[in-house]
């Protein structure tokens, strides 16, 4: 990594403050000391600063919903080696997946657990090294004979949820619970029961926030995500079919919803043409869209997310696919980043990123081309930007840029 000169003119074609600001042509920051010392700088004289004139800045970009442990890839023998693989075999993985991630602008993770618990000691093992922030679940928790084996444990016999999470050894950053199923590919909007009772769920909450730990819990179906946001979860992961009256609990309660719609939109893409499931999938996704473009109606805090590791959705890329998608039910470009960029960093409560404004830290991401480029543009990152420093091994910054 690079860092800035003590004081650096960033010089931007066009900036987008992830705030919700409109687009700002020509805009002008100053960094010193990592931080942004003004936003609107006035320009200065041709051939000082950092030239970015071709570009489009924006604030560097935050996915809730990750698996590090998990390629996007369909290749079914792949995917069966990554669920059985070992620490060594899986940390080089690990870390191609942090690559792809900081090439698309990724700053910041959140990783929504793996049944060896593989990335949470990969995040111990590499600590301030890593220059993505990664905020590990470590093993989720499922109920046994329910869905969640892949990413997860289960209470041991005579355990409840919240016995089982006050007796955890880990040092996390956050809890994962899972309490449905999956999604239906056949059956539309079709609920599964919740996994755990609402009691327990609410145990399991205080028990984890007696620990620091902020829960996200995999819901989908209207009763399962109402008992998750009742019981005092952080953030709602997918809430595929929840329903008008739990956006608007989450609106009240200022819940965060990470709605993964790029899911289905990858299983539709992936599974046979033509066929009931990828047909499925496809209704799945617009009829989360339509929830999204409910949730933006009532002011539910969305957080971008992709789930990424999840079949068809890779690292980093899956993160276009899901900003097209928040475009498409309704947010405007400056939306979806706000929901990538000040969202996702509120609900990881994390200082180092967010939107760029003065007295914040300096990192961002600049893309080829103006903000009509984007998403798309986000696969052409010119470079990226933490803390003031600028990376030096992601897509074209492979030299010390001029100062
Ligand atoms: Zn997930």
Not at 25 to 53: K, N, V, Y
Not at 127 to 142: E, Q, S, Y
Request: hydrophobic share 40%; with cysteine; net charge neutral.
């Amino acid at each position: 990594m690079y860092a800035c000169d003590k004081k650096t003119i960033i010089r931007a074609g066009w900036l987008i403050d992830g705030a919700g600001g409109p687009v700002r042509r020509h805009g002008c920051f100053r960094i010193q000391e990592g931080r942004i010392a003004e936003l609107d700088a006035s320009w200065p004289a041709a051939g000082s600063g950092m030239d970015f004139t071709d570009c489009t800045i924006l604030p560097g970009l935050v996915d809730a919903h990750v698996h590090l442990s998990m390629s996007g890839t369909t290749d079914p023998e792949t995917r069966q080696w990554q669920l059985d693989a070992d620490y060594a075999g899986m940390a080089p993985v690990i870390s191609g997946h942090i690559r792809d991630l900081l090439a698309h602008g990724v700053v910041a993770v959140r990783d929504g657990g793996d049944h060896h618990g593989h990335v949470h000691r990969y995040r111990l093992d590499h600590g301030d090294a890593c220059p993505l922030a990664v905020r590990t679940a470590g093993r989720a928790w499922h109920r046994k004979g329910r869905y969640g084996r892949l990413i997860g444990r289960f209470p041991a016999e005579g355990q409840s949820l919240g016995e089982a999470v006050s007796a955890g050894t880990d040092a996390i950053d956050h809890l994962k619970i899972v309490n449905s199923g999956l999604n239906s590919l056949t059956g539309f909007g079709k609920e599964t029961a919740p996994q755990f009772g609402a009691e327990e769920l609410a145990a399991a909450v205080r028990a984890a926030s007696a620990r620091g730990w902020p829960v996200m819990v995999h819901a989908n179906g209207r009763e399962p995500v109402r008992m998750a946001v009742e019981a005092g979860c952080r953030s709602i992961e997918h809430g595929f079919f929840m329903g008008e009256d739990n956006l608007k609990r989450m609106a009240d309660r200022g819940t965060f919803w990470v709605p993964t719609a790029g899911t289905m939109t990858a299983y539709a893409a992936t599974l046979p043409g033509g066929g009931a499931e990828s047909d499925g999938a496809r209704r799945n996704a617009e009829a989360q869209l339509e929830q999204l473009a409910r949730a933006r109606e009532l002011g539910v805090r969305v957080a971008l997310g992709t789930d990424a590791g999840s079949m068809g959705v890779f690292h980093g890329a899956g993160v276009i696919e899901e900003m097209r998608l928040l475009m498409s039910a309704g947010y405007s470009i400056t939306e979806a980043i706000r929901c990538a960029a000040t969202n996702g960093a509120e609900l990881l409560n994390l200082p180092e990123a967010g939107p760029l404004k003065a007295g914040r830290s300096a990192t961002f991401a600049a893309v080829d081309g103006p903000p009509s480029d984007l998403p798309e543009s986000l696969g052409r990152v010119r470079c990226v930007c933490i803390n003031g420093r600028f990376l030096a091994d992601i897509g074209r910054t492979s030299k010390p840029l001029p100062p």
